[in-house]
């Protein structure tokens, strides 16, 4: 019974413990899963962070950002389970962007380089155009404002030669202009990111010169392959005080004029060299001539016919030079938006529209009534047949060569009127109406204050100073 007893209690201790040992070998094999789990877990989310700082370092364009988020989870997780992915994620994404910039690049029209040097002025956008090989050419809107710069000058006005070199952040282009005056230029602007962009392709394909040109341009935009018709502008000026402010201000608003040719006529014996100092640091394609005032009407105290010799020089100048554009007077002392120039480009024989702060009535402008030109609205018509302003009409270069005998009278007052009556025939129906006819005002007579003559330096007191290098600059009449 002891025995028995001894036995099953000996039994019932080593069940025991068995049970004791199974119990303690679940719990540490729940213990370890746990510890497992934490690590799988802490390990990927550090993974995670890890990708995702990456991704924030990687200079993606927004484009290539949202690509990427559409990749599939295991292209994601190729990132996230493989230790050495990170390593190499730098080389992936560098084959990403060359692919997606491969991609755009070939769609992309090249554009052949073309230099054409002309023998008329009016065959510029003819000749550049037939030389194109398609209509339309994709181009930067990173290019810079040309910078032009007069190397030689004659004594033959019809002779004057010019030098122009654009200049960019990355390209050099050289445009010349003939002695007709217009520049012929073909723009090659790269950015730094078509630069990066070629240097990876390089090592890929061997490039030709066409290719090392014409790379793919960011931010492009569809513009017309061939030069617009030419616009001649015509600014009589004389020597005063404002002379070099005014024409400052003129300057740099045609500089936003394409395929312009610039005539500054100085009523005066000579040229001065600040006007020409002054006309090559704005860098617009210019000829500066002079054409005094006749004595006769200099000694007159009556109005003086001011402006009148310089604009019938510059008639001259376009019946020996020009075969097509528009000629348009622009007073230097007068305010153009330049939505203005693009407008009467496209003339065919006369246009006309308002101009501002003229007169008591503010603005001078035909009056339009049903689309047709029906009568004149000025504050002073004085019997002329076109009461307008000199900034408000512009002319056909071939309507203006059909007739020889057209020019300016020395009339003060009837100018305008004048010249174009001197262009007769012309029908009013034949007169075309610009600024969304004549509804909109984008020219301004606004003058300029006039100022007294800048008193003589004291040459000993500010001796070597910088007031002896500005005076030099200053316009006394």
């Known amino acids: 019974m002891k025995g028995g007893n001894y036995t099953s209690l000996g039994t019932y201790s080593g069940i025991n413990a068995g049970g004791n040992v199974a119990v303690a070998g679940k719990m540490s094999l ?24 990456h991704i924030s370092r990687e200079p993606f364009a927004a484009s290539e950002v949202v690509k990427h988020q559409e990749k599939s989870s295991s292209y994601i997780a190729s990132y996230l389970w493989s230790p050495i992915s990170l390593l190499m994620a730098n080389s992936s994404f560098n084959t990403i962007n060359d692919s997606t ?17 002309t023998g008329t002025v009016g065959s510029v956008g003819q000749k550049v155009g037939a030389s194109s090989t398609s209509s339309i050419h994709m181009v930067s809107l990173a290019a810079t404002i040309p910078s032009f710069k007069s190397e030689s000058r004659s004594g033959s006005l019809g002779g004057l030669q010019k030098t122009a070199t654009m200049k960019t952040s990355t390209t050099t282009t050289t445009t010349r202009t003939t002695a007709s005056g217009l520049a012929t230029t073909k723009l090659l602007a790269t950015t730094r990111a078509t630069a990066k962009t070629s240097a990876k392709l390089s090592a890929a394909t061997t490039p030709t010169a066409s290719h090392m040109e014409n790379g793919h341009k960011t931010r492009p935009t569809f513009v017309a392959a061939s030069l617009p018709p030419p616009l001649y502008i015509i600014t009589p000026t004389y020597r005063r005080p404002e002379q070099l402010a005014e024409l400052t201000r003129l300057g740099y608003t045609l500089k936003h004029v394409v395929n312009l040719l610039w005539l500054v006529i100085e009523d005066a014996n000579k040229t001065n060299p600040l006007v020409g100092h002054t006309l090559d640091r704005i860098g617009v394609p210019y000829e500066y001539m002079v054409a005094p005032m006749p004595e006769k009407y ?21 019946r020996e030079h020009a075969t097509e554009g528009v000629l348009y007077f622009a007073d230097d002392d007068n305010t153009y938006d330049i939505s203005i120039f693009e407008q009467m480009r496209y003339i065919s024989k006369v246009a006309m529209w308002p101009v501002g702060l003229v007169t008591k009535t503010g603005v001078s402008s035909p009056i339009i009534q049903a689309g047709k030109l029906v009568g004149y609205y000025d504050g002073w018509i004085g019997g002329r047949k076109y009461p ?28 305008e009127d004048g010249f174009l009556r001197s262009l007769a025939p012309l029908d009013d129906a034949e007169i075309e109406l610009l600024a969304d006819e004549c509804r909109d005002i984008l020219t301004w007579h606004t003058q300029t204050k006039k100022n007294a003559p800048a008193q003589a330096l004291n040459r000993t007191r500010y001796k070597n100073t910088n007031l002896e290098h500005i005076d030099r600059l200053l316009v006394r009449p």
Request: hydrophobic share 30%.
């Open 388 to 415: 307008v302003d000199m900034a408000g009409f512009a002319v056909s270069v071939k309507f203006l060569k059909e007739r020889p005998n057209a020019q300016m009278p020395f009339k003060p007052g009837y100018e």
């Open 298 to 318: 200099k000694q007159t105290k009556k109005a003086k016919p001011r402006g009148v010799s310089n604009r019938n020089r510059g008639l001259e100048y376009l």
């Open 101 to 117: 910039t491969t991609s755009t690049t070939t769609t992309t029209a090249p554009t052949t380089p073309t230099t054409t040097t």
């Open 30 to 53: 729940g213990k370890s899963i746990k510890m497992y789990l934490t690590i799988f877990i802490l390990t990927t989310c550090i993974y995670m962070a890890l990708y995702q700082y």
